[in-house]
T-cell receptor, first 109, second 112 residues
Framework: GQNIDQPTEMTATEGAIVQINCTYQ??????LFWYQQHAGEAPTFLSY??LDGLEEKGRFSSFLSRSKGYSYLLLKELQMKDSASYLC??????????WGAGTKLIIKP | IAGITQAPTSQILAAGRRMTLRCTQD?????MYWYRQDLGLGLRLIHY???????GKGEVPDGYSVSRANTDDFPLTLASAVPSQTSVYFC???????????FGPGTRLTVL
């Protein structure tokens, strides 16, 4: 079967750095996405990785290792507005997204 | 219209009733999707359409139907609602199946 694993919840301090991990087992791989979802709102696109390595976009970076079936999202200089759920999704061999249940990130002052 | 819209925002429905959730996008995206999101679970794909005139089944299609008569609209119909269909429903679109998906604001549906 297909499976995406992420921690259910994480807590971090304002101004700090946090890493959210995602491991996957899917039928085929055609890219990995990270989305941010604030409570009661729609998911919004953050990043996309299809090749191994690090993609940096401002305070957010995403890393991929295809051989390990592993990705992480790194958030630097945390702000209170970063409190949200972070969703990992893998595009499978049918070009459909398989989603993890999301990681709820709580930022404390 | 800017982006992708859904209607209604929320709905309470009696079991056995028929219901259509509406989704419209003005980005001229070819691909559109319907997901449901339940607490503790990831988004699950119900149906999708890679281009106008075609549709496909996702992970959880039973009890739902879709149509794609034109590029902009992708309605989701529950023929006879059941309580297990209580969920938040998101419509999404992408330029094509290779690109990132943009989500509508969601419809919160409660079936009693």
């Amino acid at each position: 079967g297909q499976n995406i694993d992420q921690p259910t919840e994480m807590t971090a301090t304002e101004g700090a750095i946090v890493q959210i991990n995602c491991t996957y087992q899917t039928s085929g791989f055609n890219g990995l996405f990270w989305y941010q979802q604030h409570a009661g709102e729609a998911p919004t696109f953050l990043s996309y990785n299809v090749l191994d390595g690090l993609e940096e976009k401002g305070r957010f970076s995403s890393f991929l290792s295809r051989s390990k079936g592993y990705s992480y999202l790194l958030l630097k200089e945390l702000q209170m507005k970063d409190s949200a759920s972070y969703l990992c999704a893998v595009r499978d061999s049918n070009y459909q997204l398989i989603w993890g249940a999301g990681t709820k990130l709580i930022i404390k002052p | 219209i800017a982006g992708i819209t859904q209607a209604p925002t929320s709905q309470i429905l009696a079991a056995g009733r028929r219901m259509t959730l509406r989704c419209t996008q003005d980005m001229r995206h070819n691909a559109m999707y319907w997901y449901r999101q339940d607490l503790g679970l990831g988004l699950r794909l119900i149906h999708y359409s890679n281009t106008a005139g075609t549709t496909g089944k996702g992970e959880v299609p039973d009890g739902y139907s879709v149509s794609r008569a034109n590029t902009d609209d992708f309605p989701l119909t529950l023929a006879s609602a059941v309580p297990s269909q209580t969920s938040v429903y998101f419509c999404a679109s992408s330029l094509d199946s290779n690109n990132e998906q943009f989500f509508g604001p969601g419809t919160r549906l409660t079936v009693l």
